[in-house]
T-cell receptor, first 117, second 115 residues
Framework: GAVVSQHPSWVICKSGTSVKIECRSL??????MFWYRQFPKQSLMLMATSNEGSKATYEQGVEKDKFLINHASLTLSTLTVTSAHPEDSSFYIC?????????????FGPGTRLTVL | AQSVAQPEDQVNVAEGNPLTVKCTYS??????LFWYVQYPNRGLQFLLKYITGDNLVKGSYGFEAEFNKSQTSFHLKKPSALVSDSALYFCAVRLTPRSNYQLIWGAGTKLIIKP
């Protein structure tokens, strides 16, 4: 149980294009989903938190117009990197939590490796 | 500032020996504590968590962690290491109460188990 998938697992795109990453909770309803970015040999950096049906809450320094997050259903959240640039190249990981209490565990997707040329 | 520290960037252990990956935290209130493991080019897998109750928490793959409130620590342990345990381990703390239940992450510890 508690499986989270991400698609695609890796993507290479040209500078200036937009890329959409999907995060799905396969066997539970995710009230809250989180999007992280991880740089090589570093810890996770929380980008934003999204609750189903409402706007995402972005962390300080994260451009909401560049990283568009949509949490349209209890099993799907998407992150769209708009007008991607080489500095956006990174490992993007989503996580999902089934409840709204702080005891709930976050379950992580396998990550998406984005390379912008 | 509230933070989580993993003082060792890397831990080397011989297969079959016990292992410990250290984690200390500096937060206000009563935090909830988590350990996650990350294999190369993969997402994170949940290992265990401490919410309340018994200070010794048992988790996946034979791992356990001991919550020590006086030392504000939550060290990850395993009695006998396997080569397959080699991975990156992250300690995380969830603050309570918070509106978005954000996790504060340690920097990670690379665990290398040698045959």
């Amino acid at each position: 149980g508690a499986v989270v998938s991400q698609h695609p697992s890796w993507v290479i795109c040209k500078s200036g294009t937009s890329v959409k990453i999907e995060c799905r909770s396969l066997d539970f309803q995710a009230t809250t989903m989180f999007w992280y970015r991880q740089f090589p040999k570093q810890s996770l950096m929380l980008m934003a938190t999204s609750n189903e049906g409402s706007k995402a809450t972005y962390e300080q320094g994260v451009e909401k117009d560049k990283f568009l997050i949509n949490h349209a259903s209890l099993t799907l959240s998407t992150l769209t990197v708009t007008s991607a640039h080489p500095e956006d190249s990174s490992f993007y990981i989503c996580s999902a939590s089934s409840g709204a209490t702080s005891t709930d565990t976050q379950y992580f997707g396998p990550g998406t490796r984005l390379t912008v040329l | 500032a509230q933070s989580v520290a993993q003082p060792e960037d890397q831990v080397n252990v011989a297969e079959g020996n016990p292992l410990t990956v250290k984690c200390t935290y500096s937060v206000s209130g009563n935090p909830y504590l988590f350990w996650y493991v990350q294999y190369p080019n993969r997402g994170l897998q949940f290992l265990l968590k401490y919410i309340t109750g018994d200070n010794l928490v048992k988790g996946s793959y034979g791992f356990e962690a001991e919550f020590n409130k006086s030392q504000t620590s939550f060290h990850l342990k395993k009695p006998s290491a396997l080569v397959s345990d080699s991975a990156l381990y992250f300690c995380a703390v969830r603050l309570t109460p918070r509106s978005n239940y954000q996790l504060i992450w340690g920097a990670g510890t690379k665990l290398i188990i040698k045959p």
